[in-house]
């Protein structure tokens, strides 16, 4: 190997290198920027009921909530679903909204989306938001809620409090999809709703 020919290679070595390593930060530090997955299969009659939030990404809609958040789903007869969020604000006042949500894909689908439009605007693209399933325990008594962008997290749970070992691992679990939880805050329920 002639000494052009050496130096040819040995440069095209580095630049793979540097590359690979490259890479290989890459796929560990931008996981943030690969397509968000949802839970394989939701029940959605199952998931019906009351579910309280314990933590949330910022979110200028719920800015006045300071308690008590949760959210109750309901099945009405048509396949969608019958929204009612609550909160207590910072006086102690109640607070709620109502909305609808419906499943995007086949009837097992993990894709939701929600509107509190009223409902003569649901023909309108931008009123509906979307509420994908990104992690739920095999009880239904633990999940994670988001959408593409990650703009927005919920965790919610069957009871206003979480085993600290369970919620611990399912932040890792976020953390291992992109998501940030130094941005999470956590939900007081000191008060009955």
């Not at 070595?13 to 920027?33: G, R, Y």
């Amino acid at each position: 190997m002639s000494l052009a020919q050496r130096s040819t290679f040995l440069l095209c070595l580095l630049t793979f290198l540097s590359v690979s390593a490259h890479a290989t930060d890459s796929a560990t530090t931008t996981h943030a920027n690969a397509p968000l997955a949802t839970i394989r299969a939701l029940d959605v009659q199952r998931y019906m009921g009351v579910w309280y939030e314990i933590a949330r990404y910022p979110a200028w809609f719920q800015s006045k909530c300071a308690s008590q958040s949760q959210a109750e789903y309901a099945l009405e007869a048509d396949g969608r679903v019958r929204v009612i969020n609550r909160c207590r604000l910072e006086n102690g006042e109640p607070s709620e909204a109502q909305g609808t949500a419906r499943q995007i894909g086949g009837p097992g689908s993990a894709k939701l989306e929600v509107r509190f439009a009223p409902a003569w605007l649901s023909f309108l693209p931008f009123v509906w938001g979307d509420y994908w399933v990104i992690d739920l325990d095999p009880e239904y008594e633990l999940v994670a809620v988001s959408e593409a962008a990650r703009e927005y997290l919920w965790i919610l749970s069957r009871t206003p409090s979480v085993d600290e070992a369970r919620l611990e691992a399912l932040l890792g679990r976020l953390e291992a999809m992109g998501f940030d939880r130094g941005r999470l805050l956590y939900t007081r329920h000191d008060r009955a709703p």
